[in-house]
């Protein structure tokens, strides 16, 4: 069992950042890829990054990439999202997901196994 909680999440202005935190309990990160997704109002969950076990790896979805960076601290099991040049198309709430590293690295989500249970981004034009 993978215990995940998000934070870092709020209301930012366009061209803002943030930086979201997953911190992980019950099992470490070291021995699960690590995604982010989001979910906007309406709007199916969407994958936005994941990282393989070993970092070797990373996945972004075409609408981030070159602004939002996914990066894992296994030494706090803590799995981050820096997010830059923010859009108010990023609006969204954002969830961070463990798949198990025995399986191949995926952008889908039903194949993660544990979720946090989101922290909200809010960016105003």
């Known amino acids: 069992q993978v215990l995940l909680v998000e934070s870092g999440g709020g209301l930012v202005q366009a061209g803002g950042s943030l930086r979201l935190s997953c911190a992980a309990s019950?099992?470490?990160?070291?021995?699960?890829?690590m995604g982010w997704f989001r979910q906007a109002s309406g709007k199916e969950r969407e994958f936005v990054a994941a990282s393989a076990w070993n970092s070797e790896n990373t996945y972004y979805t075409d609408s981030v990439k070159g602004r939002f960076t996914i990066s894992k601290d296994n030494a706090k099991n803590t799995v981050y999202l820096q997010m830059n040049s923010l859009k108010p198309e990023d609006t969204a709430v954002y969830y961070c997901?463990?798949?198990?590293?025995?399986?191949?690295?995926?952008?889908?989500?039903?194949?993660?196994?544990?979720w946090g249970q989101g922290t909200q981004v809010t960016v105003s034009s």
């Open positions: 019950g099992r470490t990160i070291s021995n699960h890829h």
């Open positions: 997901a463990a798949q198990a590293r025995t399986t191949t690295l995926s952008i889908k989500t039903p194949n993660y196994n544990y």
